[in-house]
């Protein structure tokens, strides 16, 4: 029995399990063990826990951040200003240089995704001796795929006049490409609007935990790790991995008999960013958490039903026209 098979058997039990209980799947395999790590801070290392990622001029900083579900640990609100809506939130949420607004959901939702491992603690040692593990162990061709899958994204500001439009929108089908020829942006371009519109509220949420949580690099810890890819903006949560679990658990709703395959691609884009070394464990596994929240929230938005229901009538118009 081979491992895709075996691995295979495994996302669709998850799969099964997810839609019977309305939860995320539980972690598995790396994440599910290095998870079992205490993850507070050691004591003694006060100093090495206060080292987080520096926002560049003109970054927002997000201070508070409210749970819809999950402990209390957010961090203190700042004492500026009175307003629970001025602290909450900021008027205009910048990542990477850019404004990001969400598309179907308000700036208002809320989420939860746990605080990251204490860079003191056991759970971060043991993701950072992973990494190096992984390291020592990367071949040609993991390196080759990973940094292959580094240019692997949805540019939300994307203009059908940009040279690389058509390239860019492939991208939306990455997670799903070995189902069939007919999976592409031409073929069905009110699936691929719906993706692309998701990704706005996907990268809305990305940004504003990374800019809450200013989670330093992993390499930036420990020095032993060569990175090989360089990153200017915080680690918690994932955005390679949030973005394609997004794509894989919404599409996994329009053809739920494939989700084995969403998800093991989504699985390799995530690990691709832990084999080059920018990436902690927990980072991918926050994004695959918090893209199951947003799409289970997604589906309860009139607004992206409507869209939605579109996408499925396309679907089923083009399988039935390409014989797939």
């Not at 307003?83 to 850019?98: H, K, T």
């Amino acid at each position: 029995m081979n491992k895709f098979f075996l691995l295979s058997l495994l996302l669709i039990a998850q799969f099964a399990f997810s839609q019977n209980n309305k939860q995320a799947p539980p972690s598995w395999g790396h994440y599910r063990k290095l998870t079992s790590y205490n993850a507070s801070p050691a004591k003694g290392m006060e100093a090495f826990d206060t080292l987080h990622f520096v926002l560049a001029a003109g970054e927002t900083k997000v201070t508070y951040i409210e749970r819809s579900s999950g402990p209390s640990v957010e961090k203190t609100k700042t004492s500026e200003s009175n307003s629970d809506n001025a602290v909450n939130q900021p008027p205009e949420l910048i990542g990477n240089g850019r404004k990001r607004v969400p598309y179907y959901l308000s700036n208002t939702e809320e989420f939860f995704i746990p605080d990251y491992p204490a860079n003191s603690s056991p759970q971060t040692r043991a993701e950072l001796d992973y990494l190096l593990q992984l390291q020592q162990q990367r071949t040609e061709e993991d390196v080759r795929a990973s940094l292959f899958y580094a240019g692997v994204y949805y540019r939300t500001a994307v203009q059908t006049s940009d040279p690389d439009y058509k390239k860019i929108r492939r991208n939306l089908f990455h997670i799903g490409r070995s189902i069939g020829t007919w999976f592409n942006p031409d073929s069905l371009p009110l699936t691929a609007n719906l993706a692309a519109n998701v990704w706005k509220d996907a990268e809305y949420l990305i940004w504003k935990y990374k800019n809450y949580f200013i989670r330093i690099r992993p390499y930036k810890l420990e020095p032993k790790l060569q990175n090989l890819e360089e990153t200017n903006w915080a680690a918690y949560p994932s955005g390679h991995a949030t973005n394609s679990y997004v794509n894989a658990y919404l599409y996994s709703e329009l053809l739920p008999e494939f989700s084995s395959f969403f998800i093991k691609d989504a699985y390799d884009m995530a690990h691709s960013r832990e084999i080059i070394g920018v990436h902690y464990p927990s980072d991918s596994e926050s994004g695959r958490v918090l893209a199951w929240q947003l799409v289970k929230r997604l589906l309860q938005n009139e607004k992206f039903k409507k869209d939605f229901d579109a996408a499925e009538v396309e679907i089923k118009k083009v399988r039935e026209q390409k014989g797939f």
